[in-house]
């Protein structure tokens, strides 16, 4: 592979002017889909060459296009192929595998984007954001409170504290602050023990604050295209266009500095919660008891502060918001540094007639973190509601498109909350998990540590149950896919006339594109998923709150069959929650050791981190924010440098880039593009699940702003679909179903059994070359100069054709 230079600044556009040779020259800009590719494969050429970017991420051409733009004559009647490349910001080194610790993150992070489009409601759109950031930072508390209850409480309190002795004699590396063992030496007291295993949860965030810092400032620091600031009140546009909306670099350092802060706050007070519990009860030392109480002040005080920060700011999404916050970045973590350090030093302190019995005060804090989960959840259930819900008397005022959105949004723009439920289930469950596993580690079959909260005990026992329910959907669907495969036999029977029929082929085209209908069905799967978990999670708070006890204790005394299942319930999801705490742990580790593996685990994060960190700053990085910039300077420099015109070709996920990156330009630009989707998830997956940036309207807006749109797709595709534009918009953009497979039998075109492509290998069928010539030879038959920014349309001649 060799290397070519491409400078740019980082703000503004350098270089040369327009060069009048190359004004004919035509691009085709080629942006892979999920899962990545080499530009080899993308060029069809073994000769490549990177003409701008990194190893990170690049574009590529053929060696013998490097000088393109000086040899025009060379390319009349064919466009310059390039390809970006993007794959490795999702699937890069072994690193990568940590992110799976940070999925209830990154699925908080998407709750915050599938919001309604709630246009007139500005108040109630501000709400919504601010209750899925406060969501965020219920998950970092209870990750922080997690592992300061296996270190804290089950290994420091309860093993290294029990009287006897039994579980630190069983593991030794714990004997040095065993009371018994170590004949009251000095690490035996109480207060030591919590202020040295206080250094796990301390590692672990200081862990995420280094993995959000490095990705910050190798994603949220790219800088787009330099441009004007626009109005903060609400426009026709989608907000993907706007200045400021891949730059978040201000938010998530200010969410960070609150998260830091908030973990640190968490160990703060289970160091220095049960010595002031103890120093303020009946007959504690008058000092120790006064700084008890000023240290439940300096708590709360740093609470105030930390969800000051997060309500005080969203977004800033009308400009480029370069305002670092230094001030507030540095002194917050710091200051709770500061106050940690001053605890530890509270807690270490000497108390005679201190021992540690029973369990630390967990079920209260687990308890208040459930709470607060369930009440946010419950009134952002609400506010999405009320924001789906048309304005009263302002139907005639809808643009064109949003007539859509009722009928296509998922679950009725329920999708936020049912998401961010799921983001807190599936915290619950990693907490419990480490928890439940850490405690049988230390304990085994003894029964003589208190173990884990209760509550994390009930929250297992309802895993079986919602198992159940997604057990039960899933034969539904099943029953379902069968029956539509059954009636897609005839339609294809009915595609194919003529052909010698082949039953069991017949058979595998129609299960195909039964298969492919599923991914519209996952709005059923996470309603009825996240509903069930809600109920069964609040009776659960319920259950650990009222009774004390875990649901076979609580169930001692009642029906035989009561408390037969409540002992099934409570053993079976002790295990499942083992279970997959283990799984999780295993395919990290797999992931690290196989390249094949991280890209797989590289496919899932391209869906779920294409959206910048506005809920929650441990999140996976948005590699969009690297991505969209690189696409938006490579179209911008190109125009500007030859005056051409461009094919903006985009398959998957990559079609999403490109939409995003044509939504950046200006109308000057915007104009001499045309895009080419294939496979794309732009409706069937981005305009239901977050109707505010993709609905119909905004991509109506786009199928008006560039030259023209073409979108390719296939019925066997579980994922690309059509556009669906209402009115005439939509035959304009979408092509009929290609077919898939290209022949039912051998032909001359196709002598040996044609395979069934689905979401890959648009590019084998011939419809792809008919389409994009059809953009090319439009592109070359309408070159205008430059248009004025102000004029959507300008002189660009753009017919409806």
């Not at 000023?294 to 999404?317: N, T």
């Not at 996976?620 to 991505?627: L, T």
């Amino acid at each position: 592979m060799e290397r070519a230079h491409e400078q740019t600044s980082a703000g503004e556009l350098t270089g040369p002017a327009q060069r009048p040779e190359a004004a004919e020259t035509a691009l085709e800009l080629l942006v892979h889909g999920v899962g990545g590719t080499t530009p080899e494969e993308m060029l069809d050429d073994p000769r490549t060459v990177r003409i701008s970017g990194d190893e990170v991420a690049a574009v590529h051409r053929r060696r013998a296009d490097v000088d393109a733009e000086r040899r025009p004559d060379d390319y009349r009647g064919r466009p310059v192929p390039e390809a970006y490349v993007w794959c490795n910001l999702t699937s890069g080194n072994g690193t990568r595998a940590l992110w799976l610790l940070l999925l209830p993150f990154m699925v908080v992070n998407l709750a915050h984007w599938m919001r309604p489009a709630g246009r007139g409601r500005r108040g109630a759109v501000r709400l919504y954001g601010l209750l899925v950031r406060l969501t965020g930072l219920t998950l970092t508390v209870l990750l922080v409170a997690a592992a300061c209850e296996v270190a804290l409480d089950l290994a420091a309190w309860q093993c290294a504290g029990t009287g006897a002795g039994a579980c630190a004699r069983e593991h030794t590396w714990l004997a040095f602050l065993s009371p018994g063992l170590s004949h009251d030496g000095w690490w035996s007291a109480p207060g030591r023990r919590l202020a040295l295993a206080c250094l796990v949860p301390t590692a672990l965030i200081c862990l995420l604050w280094y993995l959000s810092h490095r990705t910050w400032s190798a994603y949220e620091s790219q800088q787009p295209v330099s441009r004007a600031a626009e109005p903060e009140e609400e426009t026709d546009r989608t907000a993907l266009g706007r200045p400021g909306f891949w730059y978040g670099r201000r938010l998530v350092a200010r969410l960070r500095a609150a998260h830091t802060a908030a973990g640190l706050l968490t160990v703060t007070a289970a160091v220095g919660g049960p010595a002031a519990r103890f120093d303020t009860g009946a007959g504690g030392p008058v000092l120790l008891g006064t700084l008890g109480r000023l240290l439940h002040a300096a708590l709360a005080v740093g609470a105030f502060v930390v969800l000051w920060v997060v309500c005080r700011r969203g977004r800033s999404e009308h400009r480029l918001d370069r305002e670092p916050d230094a001030r507030l970045v540095r002194a917050l973590p710091l200051g709770t540094s500061v106050l940690l350090a001053l605890t530890v030093l509270y807690a270490g302190w000497s108390r005679p007639g201190w021992r540690s019995t029973g369990r630390l005060p967990g079920d209260a804090v687990f308890g208040g973190i459930a709470l607060a989960q369930v009440l946010l959840v419950v009134v952002l259930g609400a506010v999405a509601g009320f924001l789906h819900r048309p304005l009263a008397g302002n139907a005639g005022s809808l643009r064109a498109g949003d007539t859509a959105d009722d009928t296509r949004t998922a679950m009725r723009g329920l999708a936020g909350p049912a998401v961010a439920m799921l983001s807190c289930a599936l915290g619950g469950v990693m907490s419990g998990g480490v928890a439940q596993r850490v405690a049988d580690w230390l304990d085994g079959t003894r029964g003589t540590l208190p173990g884990p909260p209760v509550l994390l005990t009930w929250q297992a026992s309802v895993i079986p149950v919602t198992l159940l329910v997604f057990l039960g959907l899933c034969g539904r669907l099943a029953v379902r896919t069968l029956r539509l495969r059954a009636r897609e036999t005839r339609t294809v029977d009915h595609h194919y006339q003529g052909e010698h029929k082949d039953r069991a082929r017949t058979r595998r085209i129609a299960g195909t594109r039964a298969m492919a209908t599923l991914t519209d069905r996952a709005p059923l799967v996470v309603g009825t998923v996240s509903f069930v978990t809600l109920l069964l999670g609040s009776g659960a708070l319920v259950g650990a709150l009222t009774t004390g006890d875990t649901p076979a204790g609580a169930a001692r005394g009642s029906y035989a069959f009561v408390h037969g299942a409540a002992e099934a319930a409570q053993s079976l999801g002790s295990w499942l929650i083992g279970l997959g705490f283990i799984l999780l742990v295993a395919s990290g580790r797999r992931a690290y050791k196989d390249p094949g593996a991280r890209r797989t685990i590289g496919i899932l994060w391209d869906v779920g981190t294409f959206w910048p960190r506005a809920a929650h700053p441990f999140a996976p990085p948005c590699y969009a924010e690297r991505a969209v910039p690189d696409l938006t300077w490579r179209m911008v420099t190109w125009t500007r440098a030859t005056g051409g015109r461009l094919v903006l070709s985009g398959h998957s996920q990559g079609s999403v880039l490109a939409a995003a990156a044509a939504w950046q330009l200006k109308p000057s630009v915007r104009g001499r593009v045309a895009l080419l989707t294939y496979g794309s998830p732009l409706e069937r997956l981005y305009g239901r699940w977050f109707p505010a940036h993709f609905g119909p309207a905004a991509l109506v807006s786009l199928h008006q702003d560039v030259d023209r749109w073409r979108n390719l797709y296939r019925l066997t595709d579980p994922i690309g679909g059509p556009v669906r534009l209402p009115g005439d918009c939509g035959p304009q953009v979408d092509r009929a179903p290609l077919d898939d497979p290209l022949a039912y039998g051998r032909t001359l075109e196709h002598p040996l059994p044609a395979p069934i492509l689905g979401h890959s290998d648009y590019q084998a069928d011939p419809a792809f070359a008919e389409e994009r010539e059809r953009l090319l030879a439009r592109l070359r038959h309408e070159v205008p100069g430059p248009r004025p920014d102000g004029d959507p349309q300008g002189s660009s001649g753009r017919s409806s054709a």
